[in-house]
């Protein structure tokens, strides 16, 4: 049952209204049709992207180190190699060349509106990128004023703000870490989220939570928040080989639905993620009622 997570301990005054949806969406092929490397450094560093990830892939296989690990040092070898520096001015530059899947600028301006008239202005929605890209390129894309709060990975600079070394390192299995973030409101990566929190003194229960992913990197994400009683969604590009992989997270129940990777108002994704926020608002406004 949806409901089992919240056992109401105590006075009612105690227990948190857990008013909030929080939608979480992975960025690269989610709501981008290519990753941010292939936009940003790899141009600028004059790198096929083809035998960039064949390299990334072939160390990775011989050495058994973790694949983000790889990326990101193998980056800062080929700056080397090319006498360029990286910096976090950089960066932030080079973001403005991302392109985003049809309607996702509109997105969220959207939903927002969706679930406040759905609910009568009396339930919040809060949107978040975890990624394994870089932090420093998504602190500056062009929809990063409808996102609460971005997690990712990046890199230590130096005294002239030259990236030097890999600081905090994203992976398909510690995005998990930063569901339980916004889940007990320890958003800030100083707090420690290892002490026991009562379900119902976590600002954002997992079954107020969507996620938006689009292949099996997210599936440790997609398990945890639906194992939890919240939901995911698959999104996909239209050749074969990304349809597979969403249709196999749905056979395996990964996820509540997929749909195309196209966010604009007309869409299957929008019409559907509609159905879902209705049911999501009336499973809080339920939870409301008997706090009240």
């Given at each position: 049952m ?20 929080a ?13 941010m ?15 960039f990830w064949?390299d ?27 006498k ?8 932030l ?8 899947y ?6 969220f ?9 759905k ?24 929809i990063?004023?409808?996102?609460k ?9 130096n ?6 070394f890999?600081k ?9 870490q930063?569901l ?6 320890k958003e800030n990566?100083a ?12 600002p954002?229960?997992f079954?107020n ?9 997210d ?8 194992k ?5 969604i ?10 597979k ?19 604009s ?5 929008y ?9 999501v ?9 008997l706090?009240?």
């Amino acid at each position: 049952m949806w409901f089992r997570n919240h056992k109401y301990t105590g006075s009612k005054r105690n227990v948190m209204k857990q008013d909030n949806i929080a939608i979480i969406y992975d960025f690269d092929g989610t709501l981008t049709p290519k990753t941010m490397q292939e936009y940003t450094l790899l141009p600028r560093l004059g790198i096929k992207s083809k035998n960039f990830w064949a390299d990334i892939v072939r160390e990775t296989e011989k050495t058994g180190a973790e694949t983000m690990m790889v990326y990101m040092r193998h980056l800062l070898d080929c700056a080397t190699e090319k006498k360029l520096s990286i910096s976090k001015s950089e960066f932030l530059k080079m973001s403005k060349d991302i392109e985003y899947y049809d309607g996702v600028t509109t997105w969220f301006n959207k939903i927002n509106k969706y679930v406040d008239k759905k609910s009568n202005s009396k339930i919040k929605i809060s949107h978040y990128i975890i990624s394994a890209g870089h932090l420093e390129i998504l602190e500056g894309i062009s929809i990063k004023r409808h996102i609460k709060k971005i997690f990712a990975s990046e890199y230590y600079y130096n005294k002239k703000d030259i990236a030097v070394f890999p600081k905090i390192v994203v992976t398909d299995t510690t995005k998990t870490q930063y569901l339980f973030r916004i889940n007990k409101g320890k958003e800030n990566l100083a707090d420690s989220i290892n002490e026991h929190m009562e379900e119902h003194k976590r600002p954002i229960p997992f079954d107020n939570m969507i996620y938006i992913g689009d292949g099996l990197t997210d599936v440790p994400s997609m398990a945890l928040i639906k194992k939890e009683g919240g939901h995911s969604i698959a999104v996909y590009q239209n050749n074969k080989a990304q349809i597979k992989i969403s249709e196999n997270l749905l056979k395996a129940n990964r996820v509540d639905f997929i749909a195309p990777a196209n966010f604009s108002e007309k869409s299957k994704l929008y019409e559907n993620m509609q159905y879902l926020l209705d049911y999501v608002i009336a499973k809080i406004k339920y939870r409301l009622k008997l706090q009240s």
